[in-house]
């Protein structure tokens, strides 16, 4: 069965960190596009940050450069979302989604993707 599955979300203090795994299963992560979206109560879903197929380049918007860092193992088939430094604003379902199509800064679009995560729920409170 072809799917990714999110996981690694959960209670931070701010200031603290997470890493967010994305797993997929029944295709190869290599070949597509893949993404961290994130939906926070009451705000529209946002891009968080991509790394693109074929030259593997990595996006971010700029609420987390500097903070969080996207990253593809091939060999466990896992992309990874280092999120450190984290702040209360930061909380959010975050979602993995992959794409054939979408290439480069257009990652961060929510549209034209294939596949999507059942989203890990990231909280940053004191």
């Known amino acids: 069965q072809v799917q990714v599955v999110e996981s690694g979300g959960g209670l931070v203090q701010p200031g603290g960190s997470l890493r967010l795994s994305c797993a997929a299963s029944?295709?190869?992560?290599?070949?597509?596009?893949i993404s961290w979206f994130r939906q926070a109560p009451g705000k529209e879903r946002e891009g968080v940050s991509c790394?693109?197929?074929?030259?593997?380049?990595?996006y971010y918007v700029d609420s987390v450069k500097g903070r969080f860092t996207i990253s593809r193992d091939n060999a466990k088939n896992t992309v990874y979302l280092q999120m450190n430094s984290l702040k209360p604003e930061d909380t959010a379902v975050y979602y993995c989604?992959?794409?054939?199509?979408?290439?480069?800064?257009?990652?961060?679009?929510?549209?034209?993707?294939?596949?999507w995560g059942q989203g890990t729920q990231v909280t940053v409170s004191s």
């Open positions: 989604a992959t794409s054939l199509r979408i290439y480069g800064s257009s990652c961060l679009i929510p549209q034209g993707y294939d596949y």
């Open positions: 029944g295709f190869t992560l290599r070949y597509y596009t």
């Open positions: 790394i693109s197929k074929s030259d593997g380049r990595t």
